[in-house]
């Protein structure tokens, strides 16, 4: 048996004379949960149905457990896909719902009814098997949706934003569920979102995807803390990372506005007066209204949330800056603050977004 779980080699995606996907190449550990992450339209849906066979490779090849799996029917592969959208059989109830797919490929009914009451166990949908999806909430439903994933006992599972129809709060509980769910089977899971905080707290592995491409691939501790360039940088964390305008002095200074700042990069391939970006993320900001030195903000708009206050500021040049403050010290709307940081995490980024340091 191979520890890996699935390949893609040079994939690609064409609608027409238009390519979509372009050449991805992407090895999945076996038992992994791998989260597609990105923006709307940068394939990652389109990338998925690939992998199920529910659209066609235009060129590459897709193995799934060392099985060339390419050109084989969706049944064949060893996958079982949740959608966004449930498709439950509206007629049928929550057992014969879960039942129907192992019916259709002639399951034995002993092996079936064994299925069911696992899956049902696993998801704590015992009370639920003789109601009919209209007589079920909607994180009910996605229950059920993802118990008919577990029955057919697939080599993978194939999440397509299958939280997205949920209000806010069952979301959470739902994420806490499908990584409880991923412990105790121990399948491979891919998974699509555009949510970064949904990737970020259910992946071992997240693909950062724009524009039909892979910019990053890596832990989630790995990503948040060193993104591979400014698009990461901005896509990952809530509040997003600040990225300001700045430019490059020489001998490892940046000047942001009239402040000057020290960064930890030789800046090599730069010359006095470069335009870079300048990065940091908001928990990283020291908030001040008596510090000597930093760059100088004034608070726009501020967030109370119990221990932490989101403080949505304006630098001395106009740009907008976002702090994290935990300070015992509140501060409002209109206050004059010095924002300052580690330098060890100051981040830098040259004009075509690539990382610096």
């Not at 690609?12 to 597609?36: C, N, P, Q, W, Y």
């Not at 800046?267 to 001040?288: A, N, Q, Y």
Request: proline letters at 5%; aromatic letters at 6%.
């Amino acid at each position: 048996m191979t520890d890996t779980g699935v390949v893609l080699t040079d994939i690609r995606k064409s609608f027409g004379s238009l390519e979509v996907i372009h050449g991805i190449d992407l090895t999945i550990a076996e038992g992994s949960f791998v989260v597609f992450v990105g923006p709307s339209g940068c394939g990652k849906s389109t990338l998925l149905r690939m992998i199920a066979g529910l659209e066609e490779v235009s060129d590459g090849e897709i193995e799934i457990k060392g099985r060339n799996v390419t050109d084989l029917d969706p049944s064949d592969r060893g996958i079982a896909m949740v959608f966004q959208s449930y498709a439950l059989y509206p007629h049928m109830s929550v057992r014969d719902n879960l039942a129907f797919g192992l019916k259709m490929a002639h399951t034995q009914p002993a092996e079936i009814e064994a299925r069911v009451k696992a899956a049902s166990a696993i998801l704590k949908i015992d009370p639920l098997l003789e109601r009919r999806p209209g007589q079920l909430s909607g994180g009910q439903r996605q229950r059920v949706a993802i118990g008919r994933a577990i029955v057919r006992k697939p080599d993978v599972f194939l999440f397509d934003e299958p939280l997205s129809n949920l209000d806010a709060e069952l979301r959470v509980s739902m994420r806490i569920e499908i990584a409880r769910l991923h412990r105790e089977l121990g399948n491979t899971m891919i998974y699509v979102t555009h949510d970064q905080t949904e990737a970020m707290t259910l992946a071992d592995v997240i693909v950062v995807l724009r524009d039909g491409r892979i910019e990053q691939t890596g832990s989630p501790r790995e990503i948040y803390e060193n993104p591979a360039n400014m698009f990461v940088a901005g896509f990952i964390g809530s509040p997003r990372m600040n990225l300001l305008n700045a430019r490059w002095l020489g001998s490892g200074k940046v000047a942001i506005g009239q402040t000057e700042m020290a960064i930890p990069v030789a800046g090599d391939g730069l010359k006095p007066g470069d335009t870079v970006s300048f990065g940091i993320r908001p928990e990283h900001l020291i908030v001040s209204t008596d510090a000597p030195d930093g760059l100088e903000a004034r608070v726009d708009f501020f967030e109370y949330l119990g221990g932490t206050q989101y403080l949505y500021c304006q630098l001395a040049d106009g740009q907008p800056v976002t702090a994290e403050h935990r300070g015992a010290e509140p501060i409002g709307a209109g206050s004059a603050v010095r924002l300052s940081c580690d330098i060890d995490k100051r981040r830098l980024f040259d004009s075509e977004g690539r990382r610096l340091s």
